[in-house]
């Protein structure tokens, strides 16, 4: 799982373009957007990766070797039976769909099999879930906040205590693509 | 297991049954609510809700929290007045259903986009919730200023005629909806999970509550829906909501898919 804020969109383009074709785990991505700029973020990555990347819908089996975005304007959760769910809760960090309710909600499912990265972002979106992810065996990265186009949210995750592991965004694709 | 505990107890004591809600919501606002009256378990919540109403009701306002602007997804209210006013148009009487109104946002947009048509003086709308407290808000119709920035930028996209100032008044409490707006409005208390059909409806919008639902209880709900609609009646759901998991595709018409606006067909 993998949230990213200011800045993400183009880190994201890196990111997601150093993935290969056959990964076998599913990447659930929360981007904070403007609910008006539309669900334009899978179709928008979805020509530079090599991976199925499309929007989660409600009740929908997450799938290995897909990359999913959170639609605007809806917090992303996951639900025991491995399938996704939508909410219109009030917004969490100021934001919806906010990382940490992604990542918490996450944590109880997946538990220790889960691999959390916090990218560029100007707020502290992240820094909840991944202490909790952290406490539940899981594996944290964040950023290298020296090559984020904002440093704040990968700082916050790192201040957390929480982190195993800071990276370049090309050492994260390596780490992923490893997972 | 404590969350479905908790639930059975709630079910048992009082009748409300929210076990077939989508768990990752529910499990959410469950531990939001535990961390802020400092439990450590959620079973401990059992014997105070067990011994206590009051606590009951805590646990509704916390579980029916829902969040929602005047206009919420503009381009659906432009199709609401582009493919289904000129429907309605055609009744001498119009009868619709807000199902889950929580504090009334939708309610009142929908009732200014109905009297900016001409159609508010023979219209009645329904607006429902199981939730007393939001009901009660909802009937006030007081927003906040702050609010209606967002709630004119949405008001204009969504092809608003007039200016939504003319629409309220200013209180020392917020913006208040005027009382012309409020007087084909009935609110009452009507459960999802547990009451049955309401009337023959020309239009129900349910927008964004069945996600809160698992797939057996949206499909009963979907089903409550058709059941409650007049032949040619249009259902307007929520933006990722849709009639999937409910067998009633066949019964159902798409009459905008993006705005997940479906119309009941003609056996």
Redesign the interface.
């Known amino acids: 799982m993998l949230g990213a804020s200011a800045g993400g969109v183009q880190a994201l383009g890196t990111l997601l373009s150093l993935l290969p074709g056959d990964l076998q785990v599913p990447l659930v991505i929360v981007q904070h957007m403007h609910p008006a700029e539309g669900s334009g973020l899978a179709e928008l990555f979805s020509h530079s990766c090599p991976l199925v990347v499309k929007e989660a819908?409600?009740?929908e089996e997450i799938r290995a070797g897909t990359v999913y975005f959170a639609?605007p304007g809806?917090?992303l959760?996951?639900?025991?039976a491995g399938t996704f769910?939508?909410?219109?809760?009030?917004?969490v960090n100021y934001a919806r769909p906010s990382v940490d309710?992604l990542f918490?909600?996450g944590a109880?499912?997946w538990c220790s099999q889960l691999l959390a990265i916090v990218l560029t972002g100007a707020n502290n979106d992240g820094a909840k879930g991944i202490q909790l992810i952290k406490k539940c065996g899981g594996t944290t990265i964040a950023q290298d906040p020296a090559t984020a186009a904002f440093p704040a949210m990968p700082q916050a995750a790192i201040n957390t205590g929480a982190i195993d592991k800071v990276l370049s965004l090309e050492e994260i694709g390596t780490f992923i693509t490893k997972w | 297991m404590e969350v479905n505990l908790l639930l059975d107890a709630i079910h048992q004591r009082y009748g409300y049954d929210f076990r077939n809600y989508a768990r990752a919501s529910m499990e959410r606002r469950i531990r939001q609510l535990c961390s802020r009256i400092g439990c450590q378990h959620l079973s401990e919540m059992i014997p105070q809700l067990l011994h206590d109403d009051s606590f009951l009701e805590k646990m509704i306002r916390e579980f029916s929290i829902t969040v929602t602007d005047m206009y919420r997804d503009p381009f659906v209210y432009r199709c609401l007045r582009q493919q289904v006013v000129p429907r309605l148009k055609t009744y001498p009487f119009i009868k619709i259903w807000l199902a889950g109104c929580a504090t009334g946002e939708e309610v009142y947009s929908l009732a200014i986009l109905l009297h900016e048509e001409g159609l508010y003086e023979r219209s009645i709308i329904y607006a429902t919730d199981f939730n007393d407290i939001a009901l009660e808000q909802a009937k006030e119709g007081i927003y906040q200023l702050d609010r209606m920035k967002t709630f004119s930028d949405n008001y204009k996209q969504a092809g608003g005629r007039a200016s939504l100032s003319d629409y309220y008044q200013l209180s020392g409490k917020g913006c208040v909806i005027k009382a012309d707006l409020k007087k084909n409005i009935t609110f009452a208390n009507h459960n999802l999970v547990t009451d049955s059909v309401f009337g023959e409806m020309q239009l129900i919008a349910c927008r964004n509550v069945l996600i809160y639902f698992d797939k057996t209880l949206q499909a009963r709900v979907l089903q409550l829906f058709r059941d409650s609609l007049a032949f040619d009646g249009f259902l307007c759901l929520g933006s990722k909501e849709s009639l999937r998991f409910s067998l009633l595709e066949n019964d159902m018409k798409v009459v905008d898919a993006k705005a997940k606006v479906y119309q009941k067909k003609v056996p």
Do not use: G, M, R
Not at chain 1, 85 to 91: F, G, H, R, T
């Open positions: 819908e409600d009740k639609p809806y917090h959760l996951i639900e025991i769910a939508l909410s219109v809760d009030e917004k309710v918490i909600s109880h499912v």
